[in-house]
């Protein structure tokens, strides 16, 4: 069985930089998505981001979900508790116009590691492009140009939990 692309950033400088270039075209044409390592976020930073995403679930958001649950009458209904998506999310949106000074309940140490996320995701975003550019043959920053839309590119982040259930399937 095929395991999934993933393309190493590193290996773009130097040598090895036409190999991984067929390789993002390959996962393109052949899988349409692939994963990214070596792109340049700290893995320090990303663990925070984790850490301060599940603090925020546990002080704000887990007994929201539980509430939900509770008012639906679920505990009771197991047809219903095994069709139930047991995911708790909420979206943070960082371009055209951010939302994170009007979410609720966020932290301003919480706010200021997600603006910071969202400034690092979108600067890789815009690599990948170029890199998907160099591919097809295209002028550098043409991809940007064509998502960016008469009021900006949209971006986001759906941040998610998958909280345990009640009553595993």
């Given at each position: 069985m095929a395991t999934f692309p993933v393309i190493n950033m590193e290996k773009?400088?130097?040598?090895?930089?036409?190999?991984?270039m067929e390789m993002?075209?390959?996962?393109?044409?052949?899988?349409?998505?692939?994963?990214v390592v070596n792109h340049g976020i700290a893995t320090?930073?990303?663990d925070t981001v984790e850490k301060l995403t599940k603090e925020h679930y546990r002080k704000c958001m887990e007994q929201r979900f539980k509430e939900?649950?509770?008012k639906k009458g679920l505990e009771a209904v197991q047809s219903e508790i095994n069709d139930l998506d047991w995911e708790s999310t909420f979206f943070l949106r960082h371009l055209p116009v951010s939302n994170?000074?009007?979410?609720?309940?966020?932290e301003e140490e919480y706010r200021r590691v997600m603006k910071e996320f969202a400034a690092?995701?979108?600067?890789l975003a815009e690599q990948l492009l170029d890199l998907l550019c160099e591919n097809l043959g295209l002028e550098n920053g043409y991809l940007k140009k064509v998502f960016y839309g008469?009021?900006?590119?949209?971006?986001?982040?759906?941040?998610?939990n998958y909280p345990r259930a009640q009553s595993p399937i």
């Amino acid at each position: 069985m095929a395991t999934f692309p993933v393309i190493n950033m590193e290996k773009l400088n130097g040598v090895g930089r036409a190999a991984t270039m067929e390789m993002i075209k390959d996962a393109c044409e052949n899988w349409g998505f692939f994963e990214v390592v070596n792109h340049g976020i700290a893995t320090e930073f990303m663990d925070t981001v984790e850490k301060l995403t599940k603090e925020h679930y546990r002080k704000c958001m887990e007994q929201r979900f539980k509430e939900m649950v509770a008012k639906k009458g679920l505990e009771a209904v197991q047809s219903e508790i095994n069709d139930l998506d047991w995911e708790s999310t909420f979206f943070l949106r960082h371009l055209p116009v951010s939302n994170i000074s009007e979410m609720p309940d966020l932290e301003e140490e919480y706010r200021r590691v997600m603006k910071e996320f969202a400034a690092q995701l979108e600067k890789l975003a815009e690599q990948l492009l170029d890199l998907l550019c160099e591919n097809l043959g295209l002028e550098n920053g043409y991809l940007k140009k064509v998502f960016y839309g008469s009021k900006g590119p949209n971006f986001g982040t759906k941040v998610s939990n998958y909280p345990r259930a009640q009553s595993p399937i």
